[in-house]
């Protein structure tokens, strides 16, 4: 029965030092493999954020299309409003209410 106490044996250390010893060995007896691996990587990494800035610039436009099509929608809208309420006001005989639409609209349409 071994004692919870007791420290792992030398040779479990040696192992793990060996492999680590035997990696950098490889690494550095093929070491343009690696750079070449470490360069392709970030190549990689740069094509994935371009990607992804462009399906959002892409994103973006579209935002952009509808929202100029909402501002030209309700540009429409605030005019027919405003021609139709000075149409109004030149039917009624007092003037009262045209002269305030004037004061409200300067620029007659």
Not at 29 to 39: E, M, N, T, V, W
Not at 41 to 70: A, C, P, V
Not at 83 to 93: F, G, T, V, Y
Request: aromatic share 6%; charged share 20%; proline share 4%.
């Amino acid at each position: 029965m071994a004692s919870p106490s007791a420290a792992p044996s030398p040779g479990a250390n040696a192992g793990s030092s060996k492999r680590a010893l035997g990696f950098m060995r490889h690494a550095m007896k093929r070491k343009d493999s690696f750079i070449q691996l470490f360069a392709m990587t970030g190549i990689f990494l740069l094509s994935m954020r371009s990607l992804g800035q462009k399906y959002r610039i892409h994103n973006l436009e579209e935002d952009i299309h509808s929202l100029r099509q909402e501002h030209t929608s309700l540009s429409d809208r605030i005019n027919n409003i405003k021609r139709d309420l000075l149409r109004e006001a030149s039917q009624d005989s007092t003037g009262v209410f045209a002269s305030s639409l004037t004061r409200l609209f300067p620029q007659q349409l």
